[in-house]
């Protein structure tokens, strides 16, 4: 028999079963009226292209011809839609209850219902978006998306045949604080699963993978998540955990106000970026941990560990709460107060504060440490800093007072050092020596301790200088005259006055600038400290040099006593 084709539209008034057995063309609108209606042929097209609309159930069946179908439901849903054919193209469709296709598929727009179902190949030719509402999405055979995007909405979704295309995928749940489970071994009850058998039959190459919306309940990672190099995001109202596996992805990216813990020893992730500030972020990796975005975290926690790699928390902007870092290098800024806690590092430590910085918990860097604050720099009692290199120290707000206690190490090391009120170096039974062409400028009072004290390089100038506990030998050498207060030696005494006209300018700057005396810290190469200091000036060319003893004090030397006052032209003290 030959083909209809109906130009105008086809109204249904009621429950109707059409039988075209030469098949049928309709290019105006359909309607379904008051009943169920099915279109059917043998093995013939049906093309139903000028629009279908009607709460009603529509059942199309060419048998293992095509059929072909425009906008269904774009004014009044359908209550479910069941096509059959050889090959089916669908347009947009809603239904307020199933749809099923079943023969291969060409979607190109959005299918809309209450649990969707194709039984064939599926292969998008545009944009395409397939949300099953509170039902089931079961893509039950090849699914190719191509370059065009692909989103996948239901409260269950379930991929029983390979997927591939090279476009940006997104999966999430239809219903509000339902959880998605990724890589378990089975559907767990009440989410959106997604088990280790869905996600094998991801491709390698999308260009980016979505899972989980902001009304997503929480996303638990359940076993291995294994990615390749696609770009991942994990967005949920919930938490974002990790209870098995380890995941594998490229860039990730994280939105959610839960916390997030992703601490399995074998993730494997690029570049983190932050889309929503979670109450605390936990991540391991066996990767360096990068920032994509500036991490506001706030008061909230930040917790990572990058094993035997580095951090880089490099970002303007960045706002943590305590912070905890395991790995090799790492870099820290941060836009407020940095607060550190039990931070272990095989490499080096860069930190930098707009605020102060404080160690609250043991640190240890195996490398150089540098730490930079616009607020003082501290130290709770017992939270220990070891540095198995050079420690620099600056701090730029209006404080000058410097408290060091570095009995842990097996010497003290001083580097380039400039300080701006006192400064208090506890090194009682080592060595205190200066690094090579460095000075030691000191606007107040300088008080170290130490066995032996060799403060002997040139350039050094002190407001005052008071050594305790030395049992060797002592070296001091000082630009202009050298005032000697109380002084005991059991060791010997070198005192130099050198022939130069510098001097601070103003009066030291009192107020706590670094107080690193919590705990016998272990500092093994220089110690180099720079803080708000007076100017320093000078006198012009006659300048003079001498060693006086204050009034009313007392020097005791045991070993032999050298003094040393260069001449110059203003004459000498002493």
Same mark, same amino acid.
């Given at each position: 028999?030959?083909?209809?084709?109906?130009?105008?539209?086809?109204?249904?008034?009621?429950?109707?079963?059409?039988?075209?057995?030469?098949?049928?063309?309709?290019?105006?609108?359909?309607?379904? $009226?008051?009943?169920?209606?099915?279109?059917?042929?043998?093995?013939?097209?049906?093309?139903?292209?000028?629009?279908?609309?009607?709460?009603?159930?529509?059942?199309?069946?060419?048998?293992?011809?095509?059929?072909?179908?425009?906008?269904?439901?774009?004014?009044?849903?359908?209550?479910?839609?069941?096509?059959?054919?050889?090959? *089916?193209?669908?347009?947009?469709?809603?239904?307020?209850?199933?749809? %099923?296709?079943?023969?291969?598929?060409?979607?190109?727009?959005?299918?809309?219902?209450?649990?969707?179902?194709?039984?064939?190949?599926?292969?998008?030719?545009?944009?395409?978006?397939? %949300?099953?509402?509170?039902?089931?999405?079961?893509?039950?055979?090849?699914?190719?998306?191509?370059?065009?995007?692909?989103?996948?909405?239901?409260?269950?979704?379930?991929? %029983?045949?390979?997927?591939?295309?090279? $476009?940006?995928?997104?999966?999430?749940?239809?219903?509000?604080?339902?959880?998605?489970?990724?890589?378990?071994?089975?559907?767990?009850?009440?989410?959106?699963?997604?088990?280790?058998?869905?996600?094998?039959?991801?491709?390698?190459?999308?260009?980016?993978?979505?899972?989980?919306?902001?009304?997503?309940?929480?996303?638990?990672?359940?076993?291995?998540?294994?990615?390749?190099?696609?770009?991942?995001?994990?967005?949920?109202?919930?938490?974002?955990?990790?209870?098995?596996?380890?995941?594998?992805?490229?860039? +990730?990216?994280?939105?959610?106000?839960?916390?997030?813990?992703?601490?399995?020893?074998?993730?494997?992730?690029?570049?983190?970026? +932050?889309?929503?500030?979670?109450?605390?972020?936990?991540?391991?990796?066996?990767?360096?941990?990068?920032?994509?975005?500036?991490?506001?975290? $706030?008061?909230?926690?930040?917790?990572?560990?990058?094993?035997?790699?580095?951090?880089?928390?490099?970002?303007?902007?960045?706002?943590?709460?305590?912070?905890?870092?395991?790995?090799?290098?790492?870099?820290?800024?941060?836009?407020?107060?940095?607060?550190?806690?039990?931070?272990?590092?095989?490499?080096?430590?860069?930190?930098?504060?707009? $605020?102060?910085?404080?160690?609250?918990?043991?640190?240890?860097?195996?490398?150089?440490?540098?730490?930079?604050?616009?607020?003082?720099?501290?130290?709770?009692?017992?939270?220990?800093?070891?540095?198995?290199?050079?420690?620099?120290?600056?701090?730029?707000?209006?404080?000058?007072?410097?408290?060091?206690?570095?009995?842990?190490?097996?010497?003290?090391?001083?580097?380039?050092?400039?300080?701006?009120?006192?400064?208090?170096?506890?090194?009682?039974?080592?060595?205190?020596?200066?690094?090579?062409?460095?000075?030691?400028?000191?606007?107040?009072?300088?008080?170290?301790?130490?066995?032996?004290? %060799?403060?002997?390089?040139?350039?050094? +100038?002190?407001?005052?200088?008071?050594?305790?506990?030395?049992?060797?030998?002592?070296?001091?050498?000082?630009?202009?005259?050298?005032?000697?207060?109380?002084?005991?030696?059991?060791?010997?005494?070198?005192?130099?006055?050198?022939?130069?006209?510098?001097?601070?300018?103003?009066?030291?700057?009192?107020?706590?600038?670094?107080?690193?005396?919590?705990?016998?810290?272990?500092?093994?190469?220089? *110690?180099?400290?720079?803080?708000?200091?007076?100017?320093?000036?000078?006198?012009?060319?006659?300048?003079?040099?001498?060693?006086?003893?204050?009034?009313?004090?007392?020097?005791?030397?045991?070993?032999?006593?050298?003094?040393?006052?260069?001449?110059?032209?203003?004459?000498?003290?002493?």
């Amino acid at each position: 028999p030959d083909a209809s084709t109906i130009a105008g539209g086809l109204p249904f008034g009621g429950a109707s079963n059409l039988l075209a057995n030469g098949g049928l063309t309709v290019t105006g609108g359909t309607t379904l $009226g008051t009943g169920a209606v099915t279109v059917r042929s043998t093995n013939r097209n049906i093309s139903l292209n000028g629009g279908i609309d009607g709460a009603q159930a529509l059942t199309v069946n060419a048998g293992t011809a095509a059929v072909q179908l425009g906008a269904a439901g774009a004014n009044t849903a359908l209550t479910a839609l069941n096509i059959t054919g050889g090959t *089916i193209a669908a347009g947009d469709v809603r239904t307020t209850g199933a749809q %099923n296709y079943t023969g291969a598929t060409t979607a190109t727009g959005t299918l809309q219902g209450t649990g969707i179902a194709v039984n064939g190949a599926l292969t998008t030719g545009a944009a395409t978006v397939l %949300n099953a509402g509170t039902g089931t999405l079961a893509l039950n055979g090849t699914t190719s998306a191509g370059a065009n995007a692909l989103t996948l909405i239901g409260d269950e979704i379930d991929l %029983n045949g390979a997927v591939s295309g090279t $476009g940006a995928l997104s999966i999430s749940t239809a219903t509000s604080n339902r959880a998605m489970v990724l890589g378990g071994g089975a559907n767990t009850a009440g989410s959106l699963s997604l088990t280790a058998t869905d996600l094998a039959r991801l491709p390698a190459n999308l260009a980016s993978l979505a899972l989980g919306n902001v009304a997503t309940g929480s996303i638990t990672l359940a076993g291995n998540v294994a990615l390749g190099t696609t770009a991942l995001s994990l967005t949920s109202a919930g938490p974002i955990i990790q209870t098995g596996g380890g995941l594998t992805s490229g860039a +990730l990216s994280l939105g959610t106000p839960a916390f997030v813990a992703l601490g399995s020893a074998t993730n494997a992730f690029g570049t983190v970026t +932050l889309n929503a500030a979670p109450a605390s972020l936990s991540l391991t990796n066996t990767r360096d941990i990068v920032q994509g975005n500036a991490w506001l975290l $706030g008061t909230a926690d930040l917790t990572l560990n990058a094993g035997t790699n580095d951090i880089q928390l490099d970002q303007t902007g960045n706002t943590f709460g305590n912070v905890r870092l395991t790995g090799r290098n790492a870099v820290v800024k941060e836009n407020a107060a940095l607060a550190l806690y039990n931070t272990t590092l095989s490499g080096t430590l860069a930190a930098t504060s707009t $605020g102060g910085i404080s160690l609250n918990a043991a640190t240890s860097v195996g490398g150089t440490a540098a730490l930079t604050a616009n607020g003082a720099i501290t130290q709770a009692n017992t939270a220990k800093l070891t540095v198995g290199g050079d420690l620099s120290i600056t701090t730029t707000h209006n404080a000058g007072d410097v408290a060091i206690d570095n009995r842990g190490a097996a010497g003290t090391l001083l580097g380039e050092t400039l300080i701006g009120g006192d400064y208090d170096l506890v090194a009682t039974g080592q060595t205190v020596n200066q690094a090579p062409g460095t000075a030691v400028k000191v606007a107040g009072a300088f008080t170290p301790s130490g066995a032996s004290v %060799n403060l002997g390089n040139t350039g050094n +100038l002190f407001g005052s200088l008071s050594i305790s506990g030395a049992t060797g030998t002592t070296v001091v050498k000082q630009n202009g005259v050298i005032t000697l207060a109380d002084r005991i030696e059991t060791g010997n005494l070198t005192v130099i006055s050198e022939a130069s006209s510098a001097a601070f300018g103003s009066a030291p700057i009192a107020g706590t600038a670094v107080q690193l005396t919590g705990a016998q810290n272990a500092i093994a190469g220089r *110690i180099s400290v720079n803080t708000t200091a007076p100017a320093i000036v000078s006198g012009g060319a006659d300048v003079q040099t001498g060693i006086v003893q204050a009034a009313g004090t007392v020097l005791k030397v045991a070993g032999g006593a050298s003094f040393t006052a260069t001449a110059w032209t203003a004459g000498t003290l002493g």
